[in-house]
């Protein structure tokens, strides 16, 4: 197992599995004396762990940190389990040359992806017509864009159906998350994105649709939990036993809408910036980073961060994405610009807290 620093859970996780290495990125923190004689330290550790023989890695790191652990699983033929859905937007065609090379497996877990790659088993590329993600819509499903220009960091958190994380919570109420995972889906399935479309599905509980020629359709629908996509990913090919509540459709109600793009632009420049192609979504996502932690700090407000990525994607011109160094300098030199275009906004309140 790996983590970015020594945590309480991590130390029980460790304790619960004795013959686990564990592998830590930064070496701040002091650790425990139990388990000092299994530890590692630093970034090439991770990596040997993620290289190490007949492995399967879940690559859940936040953010386009993971693509290197995507890369160093992928390199050594091992199957990825890909829960960072950064290391696709950023270097989809990168990761999937390396994944070709060795032919290692590659098996998403963002749930939408995970529905989709379940629907798609044993399908001819041929029979696709358009594949399509559901969205929850967010919290601010229903707003107008006025309405959302000053919302406080504690609302736009405040998810319906899914528990997760700071970050990728914001994304869900940008719906900048959803564009990520049209971009993600694009080089995941190689289907163009004119043919990848998305809609609000409150609910939750469809989880993605494919559309086929001859005008059927087949969606994944399950309870809202990632266990599912998770064991699916460890158990592919097979399937197995779930501890979660048995599912049924006795009673549910299931509603499908178009989503706002007005209220919501962070999805369709999710689109402008794959036509626009190469570095264009390396941008995109450093960008978001970038601005969705200036909200969090309160530095921004929330109006501002779909147009902070919008600048800061139209002021860097799109570059090759051949290898990682490409992208690690397509990453930093948006990360600059969007710091620089935050750096130009009025701070909410004064710019305390
Ligand atoms: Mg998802």
């Known amino acids: 197992m790996a983590a970015r620093s020594i945590s309480t859970s991590l130390i029980e996780l460790a304790r619960g599995w004795p013959q686990a290495a564990i592998a830590v990125e930064s070496e701040e923190t002091p650790a425990p004396t139990d388990l000092s004689g299994r530890l590692s330290f630093g970034v090439a550790a991770i990596s040997e762990l993620a290289a190490r023989d007949d492995v399967t890695v879940v690559n ?3 953010g386009a940190a993971g693509l290197r652990y995507s890369l160093a699983t992928l390199e050594a033929g091992n199957r990825l389990g890909l829960a960072n859905k950064e290391s696709m937007v950023a270097a989809g065609a990168l ?3 390396v994944a ?7 098996i998403p877990i963002d749930s939408e992806h995970s529905a989709l790659h379940q629907c798609l088993a044993g399908e001819p590329r041929s029979s696709i017509a358009s594949l399509i993600l559901t969205a929850s819509g967010g919290p601010f499903r229903g707003r107008s864009k006025a309405d959302l220009t000053d919302v406080t960091p504690a609302e736009a958190l405040d998810h ?3 528990k997760m994380g700071g970050r990728i919570t914001i994304d869900s109420a940008t719906l900048v998350n959803k564009g990520l995972e049209v971009i993600e889906a694009h080089h995941l399935f190689g289907i163009e ?3 990848i479309k998305v809609v609000v599905h409150p609910q939750s509980i469809v989880h993605s649709t494919v559309q086929f020629v001859d005008g059927a359709m ?3 629908i399950g309870h809202p939990d990632m266990r599912v996509p998770i064991q699916y ?4 090919p097979d399937r197995a036993t779930n501890p979660g509540d048995p599912f049924s459709l006795a009673g549910l109600t299931l509603t499908f809408e178009e989503p706002d793009r007005t209220t919501f632009p962070g999805l369709d420049l999710a689109y402008e910036v794959l036509s626009r192609g190469q570095s264009a979504p390396a941008a995109y996502n450093a960008a978001d980073e970038v601005a969705v932690a200036a909200f969090l700090e309160g530095r921004i407000r929330f109006g501002d961060i ?3 990525i919008e600048r800061t994607v139209g002021a860097c011109d799109p570059s090759p994405v051949d290898s990682f160094e490409d992208v690690v300098a397509a990453d930093r030199a948006a990360r600059l610009t969007a710091r620089r275009e935050i750096d130009t906004i009025d701070r909410p309140n004064g710019g305390v807290g």
């Open 95 to 97: 990761v999937q040359r």
């Open 100 to 106: 070709t090379a060795s032919g290692a497996e590659l």
């Open 233 to 236: 990913a460890l158990t592919y």
């Open 306 to 308: 779909v147009p902070v």
């Open 60 to 62: 859940a790191v936040v």
């Open 218 to 220: 087949k969606a994944h």
């Open 160 to 162: 319906p159906t899914w």
């Open 193 to 195: 994105a004119s043919r």
